[in-house]
């Protein structure tokens, strides 16, 4: 039966195609070290059309687990043989253990992730302080609209180009979501107490989200899932308009904490000297 720790010890990765720019190998092995588990995180470039045949070949080569990333996440669930509550209902999972007797379980660790950054950074955060504004309809806003309507948020405003792709969202997740332009935004930021980026504006090499920082209320607050050397032009905005912002490289690191736990029954701590060597990396 495969998954047994070998000579190399455990095994753990990150699947995703491309993989080359993912900061989760630096953090798990970074864990590893630190709790004395022997083993290693790697990188695994996998194509979408080798996907399921890598998956149901891991668990024998000993691997313990894997995290998911783009373009793979909504894939694990149909090769998956337990589902969690939470992946099932983002409809996506972004954490598998492989299990000895040969079983892939699915998990998603987003919206913790997204949920311990707020309020680790915004320790009064309440979710009756009022709407958000989510902008984009992708996996990772589905994360985060789940994560707010569980915490009992009262309603959602959420923006994104194509607005088919916003309607299938708010069909799925129900009616206290409620679906705009992406032109809408300024008239909705006047508002909110929350505004979060779930998109890929600002990442390096796309386009920055334009964001009518003047229309915003003082004290709301400002969250980006990108993350990057500096803050982006989005939360730079935001807080010279007096928002309190959030980066995303938190969420990044709680997820990670979330998936080690899954795999190894250890939650690590996130250490400024971690935080440090991920964010100049």
């Not at 495969?2 to 970074?30: D, M, R, T, W």
């Not at 919206?111 to 504004?133: C, M, Q």
């Not at 589905?142 to 994104?160: D, K, M, Q």
């Not at 909705?188 to 003047?214: C, Q």
Request: include cysteine; hydrophobic fraction near 40%; charge should be positive.
């Amino acid at each position: 039966m495969g998954n047994k720790v070998g000579e190399q010890g455990v095994l753990a990765g990150v699947i995703g195609y491309p993989i080359g720019h993912s900061k989760s190998p630096l953090i798990h092995n970074y864990w590893l070290e630190k709790y004395g588990i022997k083993g290693h995180y790697v990188p695994l470039e996998v194509r979408p059309s080798d996907f399921r045949t890598v998956i149901r070949t891991l668990g024998l080569m000993g691997f313990r687990g894997v995290n998911v990333t783009i373009p793979h996440k909504e894939a694990t669930l149909q090769y998956s043989e337990h589902v969690s509550d939470n992946a099932a209902m983002i409809r996506a999972a972004n954490t598998l253990a492989f299990r000895a007797n040969g079983t892939i379980h699915a998990d998603n660790s987003d919206g913790y992730g997204f949920h311990r950054n707020l309020v680790e950074t915004i320790p009064d955060w309440k979710a009756e302080s009022g709407p958000a504004l989510v902008v984009g309809a992708g996996g990772a806003a589905r994360a985060v609209i789940h994560t707010l309507l569980s915490e009992g948020l009262p309603e959602i405003y959420l923006v994104n180009r194509t607005i088919e792709r916003a309607e299938l969202l708010r069909n799925h997740m129900g009616n206290r979501v409620k679906v705009y332009q992406i032109s809408r935004m300024n008239d909705l930021v006047k508002k909110v107490a929350l505004v979060v980026n779930t998109t890929s504006m600002g990442m390096a090499g796309k386009p920055t989200l334009r964001f009518p920082g003047r229309r915003i209320k003082k004290g709301t607050i400002a969250y980006d899932l990108v993350y990057g050397h500096r803050p982006t032009v989005f939360l730079e905005t935001a807080a010279r308009s007096g928002c309190r912002t959030v980066g995303g490289l938190g969420m990044l690191l709680h997820q990670a904490a979330y998936s080690f736990n899954f795999w190894f029954g250890v939650l690590p701590e996130i250490t400024p000297e971690l935080i440090n060597l991920v964010g100049n990396e």
